[in-house]
């Protein structure tokens, strides 16, 4: 039995969210106190829980003291059985993070799946559907799986009701190499707006303009439909060669439009003027299929609390160390040893 202080390092959700992974692969069963102990909430969320409830379903485990506030559960993994399953989270609680619990032990089972999560698909607190599918699942895919997803239905903070479908075809992980981030083909920043005035998304891409010395054809604004909001999001992202990078800055109560893609466009600023493949949030959702495939590197900014703690974690159930290494250039080097 693993015992993992969920208090430690960052002391959040992915902690849950990692180790309910690795169990199921691994077949290793764990155990879990102080669960997201530095939260201002601490406790598992209904997001934490649907995950929870979501890698039982697949892996045929149990879990012990799972509910909403629940500070310790015990974890107990079987089999994993892949198939068409569908999970919601019944709030604005992140479907992207729910996929990040079940993707690997579906893509390393025997039989192709399919996922339907529905919730959350754009807030603040998890990377967006766009940064999902065009930054992460890419690099997924050049490892050997198949893995695509579909938006069906924004959700937005704090209404949700939004719809993602995700195939995935499973194959072995290969190590692969991500130094290098090749020539930027393209730029674009958008301003998404459902159910708000056309004005705010109207002033962020005015602001963005003004920070990004981009071409005008780069913006654009993108109206959704109204069922769908209230919601705002700028999606600023920068495709190269051989990695996409999405920053996104999200509309909230009281914070300047002009703030938010000003935030964000200093974000996209940042990791342009480095030489890293991986930004801070790939940086910390390549940590798993890398260690799981035994080998590979790719460069990134310098590690984020959340990535080392991801690293803790994954390291009790591999027994390989992660390694992150300064190069001349500024950038680290992550390997699995």
């Known amino acids: 039995m693993i015992i993992i202080d969920g208090s430690e390092g960052e002391g959040g959700g992915q902690v849950v969210r990692n180790a309910c992974a690795l169990s199921l692969i691994t077949g290793q069963p764990f155990r879990i106190t102080n669960a997201r102990g530095k939260r201002s909430k601490p406790g598992l969320m209904r997001q934490h829980v649907t995950a929870v409830e979501a890698a039982c379903a697949l892996g045929n485990a149990t879990c012990e003291d799972l509910a909403v506030g629940a500070s310790e559960i015990t974890f107990t993994p079987g089999k994993?059985?892949?198939?068409?399953?569908?999970?919601?989270?019944?709030?604005?609680?992140?479907?992207?993070?729910?996929?990040?619990t079940l993707l690997m032990p579906l893509v390393l089972s025997d039989a192709?799946?399919?996922?339907?999560?529905?919730?959350?698909?754009?807030?603040?607190?998890?990377?967006?559907?766009?940064?999902?599918?065009?930054?992460?699942?890419?690099?997924?895919?050049?490892?050997?799986?198949?893995?695509?997803?579909?938006?069906?239905?924004?959700?937005?903070?704090?209404?949700?009701?939004?719809?993602?479908?995700?195939?995935?075809?499973?194959?072995?992980?290969?190590p692969i190499a991500c130094v290098e981030r090749g020539a930027l083909h393209e730029r674009s920043v958008t301003a998404m707006f459902a159910a708000l005035p056309f004005e705010i998304a109207d002033r962020e891409i005015g602001a963005a303009r003004k920070a990004l010395d981009w071409p005008e054809e780069s913006f654009a604004v993108r109206q959704l439909p109204e069922e769908q909001g209230p919601g705002?999001?700028?999606?600023?992202?920068?495709?190269?060669?051989?990695?996409?990078?999405?920053?996104?800055?999200?509309?909230?109560?009281?914070?300047?439009?002009?703030?938010?893609?000003?935030?964000?466009?200093?974000?996209?600023?940042?990791?342009?003027?480095?030489?890293?493949f991986a930004g801070p949030y790939l940086q910390d959702q390549l940590l798993l299929p890398f260690a799981l495939a035994g080998g590979g590197a790719f460069t990134t900014v310098k590690p984020s609390q959340h990535s080392l703690t991801a690293r803790d974690v994954i390291e009790r159930f591999i027994g390989r160390r992660g390694v992150f290494r300064d190069q001349p250039d500024g950038t680290h080097r992550v390997e699995w040893r």
């Not at 994993?80 to 990040?100: D, H, K």
């Not at 603040?124 to 997803?149: C, D, H, Q, S, Y």
């Open 80 to 100: 994993v059985v892949p198939g068409e399953y569908r999970f919601a989270v019944g709030t604005a609680g992140s479907t992207g993070l729910v996929l990040q």
């Open 112 to 174: 192709p799946s399919r996922l339907i999560l529905e919730g959350g698909t754009h807030n603040m607190l998890a990377p967006p559907f766009e940064f999902i599918a065009k930054t992460f699942l890419p690099i997924v895919n050049r490892m050997g799986p198949t893995v695509e997803a579909r938006l069906i239905r924004h959700g937005f903070y704090p209404r949700g009701g939004g719809r993602i479908e995700v195939e995935i075809t499973p194959a072995p992980l290969t």
């Open 232 to 276: 705002n999001i700028v999606l600023i992202e920068a495709a190269f060669e051989h990695v996409t990078e999405i920053v996104s800055g999200f509309g909230q109560l009281g914070v300047p439009a002009e703030r938010v893609a000003k935030m964000a466009a200093g974000r996209m600023a940042g990791y342009l003027a480095s030489n890293a």
